[in-house]
């Protein structure tokens, strides 16, 4: 923890000392009017207040009172926030084998779903982009902070059909993210590449950027056939464990379209997060009020005594 | 000061209750040193005399039986402690310890010609045991400890049981509080004990000024009399109940220890002293606020 103004530190602490002097000037005043009593002990004993209430209400004031002091100075911590000007492009397959049902109702309805649950998710100020591949990869929707807009993209996806150039796609959504700040990339494929460029290593190259790749294999080995081809359709998740591994993301598998929505869901609200140094003051002030105002209301109820 | 017709009736309840030693023959009851039996006067026998006292000379003389009445049959030693500790000096409308001023004013008013009077003070008798009468009541009744006499009510027991003859009527007036002081007073009960045995002992306990209930909510700021010492302290629903209950507790109590030591004891109500010193005799009613 670091301070702003730390100058203030000793400042709000003499200020503090001051008002306690004032206080206990005025309490001595309003002594006069004290309620006399025989024998004050008795009374303590009649209220049969716990001593440990007693201390822990001065524990509240004394830690509260110190709180106080130290929002005055502006203190500065480190805390993982939500990340406003953060970049994610979507990667979506169009291939032909994305036209499987062995995922209901197909895999390429179950990655729309899925894409539009991240985007739902993302933190507001997050940009999002989407590039749909299948023998070459296209933008479909430019990085945009209006995620409206990117769901609304998602309905321009083509119809799957082709072949699988994940390698392009990767290099593509690259080039769309800016130099600097958190980027990542999410790539919703069933991972068999089989034209363009070699995955690996713009994977690679990526990592090394410091762009992680989050994979997400759909589909299943279940021997599904690829609509209208007699094709297999098949999902190579070793392929795409790799990419994530060499790029510093990481690798799930989505079996149904429900599964697949959950993890990219929780995808989307852990992408906005990074590391900051945020102004304490407010909390530290809001801490010191809640706990004179809890010292105060316990006092209330239990009675204390000095 | 004069004598009131409840004070004579209170007089008459001294004379004549159980606690009055029965003197039978010759022979001293008195612990004071030469303070023996004081002739009064001769009277005529009358039945349940005793035949020790009469007085065979004067039977003679006079051919009847003559009984010789001694001072101890018809006179009284009435003497007081008032605690003029600085916890009396609370009240609401008056303080506890006018209060006890009031109480020993009606308490000295029954005093008669041969009777003795006096307030045991921390240096004794006030006024001289051997004074007598109106003028003793009105000396006994005039003195005031000076506030920066520390008040110590076992002391001034103590002093009480070295001064009185038996069969004195003690009347002793505080808040109660020096009675819970156990740990410096480890013999108290014994004490007291005695004191019953030996005279007629009356208490009357200051009832607490807030027995019904404490007058403030909130936050309240209370002043010990006694040391100054100062409590903050919050008063709810709670509280109040709580010091209610423990405020009747208390006086029941110390009123319950007293009258196991054989002690007339009876609280002692703001602006109602006179009234509560005769309703603990029995010569008068008692409305209770």
Known sequence: ?306 | MPATDRGRRLRNALLTGKRRPRLFGSGSPSGLRGDGYEFAELRAYVAGDDPRRIDWAATARSGALQTRVVLEDVALTMAAIVDTSASMRVGRSTSLLDCALDVLRAWFEAVESEDRAMQITARGAVPDIRLRGRAAATAAFAFHASASEQFDLWNHLRIARAILPAGSALLLITDGYDFTEEETVPDGDAMLADLGRRYDMTCLVARDPWYEGLPLRGFVRFKDAQSGRLLDAYIGARQRRAYVEAVARREARLIERLEQARWRAAPLLEGAGPASLYAAFGVGHLVQS
């Open chain 1, 1 to 306: 923890m670091s301070f702003e103004y730390p100058w203030r530190l000793p400042v709000a602490l003499l200020a503090i000392l001051a008002v306690g002097w004032y206080l206990r000037y005025a309490a001595r005043r309003r002594d006069a009017a004290a309620l006399l009593y025989s024998n004050v002990a008795f009374v303590r004993e009649a209220f049969s207040t716990s001593a440990w209430i007693v201390r822990m209400l001065v524990a509240a004031w004394i830690v509260s009172v110190a709180l106080l002091a130290l929002a005055v100075a502006g203190p500065r911590i480190t805390l993982p926030v939500p990340v406003q000007q953060g970049s994610a492009v979507i990667c979506v397959d169009t291939s032909g084998s994305m036209a499987s049902t062995d995922i209901a109702p197909t895999r390429s309805a179950a990655a729309t779903a899925a894409a539009r649950a991240f985007i739902r998710r993302s933190p507001p100020g997050i940009r999002i982009g989407i590039v749909a591949f299948s023998s070459q990869a296209e933008v479909v929707q430019p990085l945009t902070s209006h995620h409206r807009r990117a769901i609304q993209a998602l309905a321009q996806l083509p119809p799957p059909n082709g072949a699988t150039a994940i390698g392009d796609a990767l290099a593509l959504a690259a080039r769309m993210l800016p130099a600097r700040g958190h980027r990542v990339i999410v790539l919703l494929t069933d991972g068999v590449n089989n034209t363009g460029v070699n995955p690996m290593a713009v994977a690679q190259r990526l990592g090394e950027l410091h762009v992680p790749v989050y994979t997400i294999g759909i589909g299943t080995n279940s021997g599904a056939f690829i609509p209208g081809t007699g094709e297999p359709a098949q999902l190579d998740q070793g392929a795409l464990r790799a990419y994530a591994q060499v790029s510093g993301g990481t690798y799930a598998r989505a079996s149904d379209a429900g599964e697949l929505r959950g993890i990219l869901s929780h995808l989307g609200g852990v992408t906005g997060f990074e590391q900051r140094r945020v102004d304490a003051s407010l909390a530290f002030a809001l801490l010191a009020g809640l706990g004179m105002l809890a010292s105060f209301l316990v006092g209330s109820f239990f009675g204390g005594y000095r």
